[in-house]
């Protein structure tokens, strides 16, 4: 059974920097496809950036793109989000996911397992 645990969010004001930390347990991801997602008050859950880790291929939504980097460190099994020029639009809980195998699906319903997240809220 695969764990996740985020951890790093908290308040900031917009135009800084956080990054957030998921640590894995149970398995180690190193073929697998790991992914942030976020969820604002109100609103769905929104995929955010997604990595192969066996390729380390990298996609991330429009949103995001150009001020978040996801990245992965295999020997801590942990996967990372640095978050800069932070906007008061950014603000949701944000949320590791994991599917399993190689394929690169990002979508909510693709991903088997999800932590419990953790939040972050950007003041203007």
């Known amino acids: 059974q695969v764990q996740l645990v985020e951890s790093g969010g908290r308040l900031v004001q917009a135009g800084d920097s956080l990054r957030l930390s998921c640590v894995a347990s149970g398995r180690a991801m190193n073929n697998d496809v790991m992914a942030w997602f976020r969820q604002a008050p109100g609103k769905e859950r929104e995929f955010v950036a997604v990595i192969q880790v066996i390729s380390d291929t990298k996609q991330y939504s429009d949103s995001v793109k150009g001020r978040f980097t996801i990245s992965r460190d295999n020997a801590r099994n942990a996967l990372y989000l640095q978050m800069n020029r932070l906007k008061p639009d950014d603000t949701a809980v944000y949320y590791c996911?994991?599917?399993?195998?190689?394929?690169?699906?990002?979508?909510?319903?693709?991903?088997?397992?999800w932590g419990k997240g953790t939040l972050v809220t950007v003041s203007s």
């Open positions: 996911a994991a599917r399993l195998g190689l394929t690169l699906k990002f979508t909510p319903g693709d991903m088997r397992y």
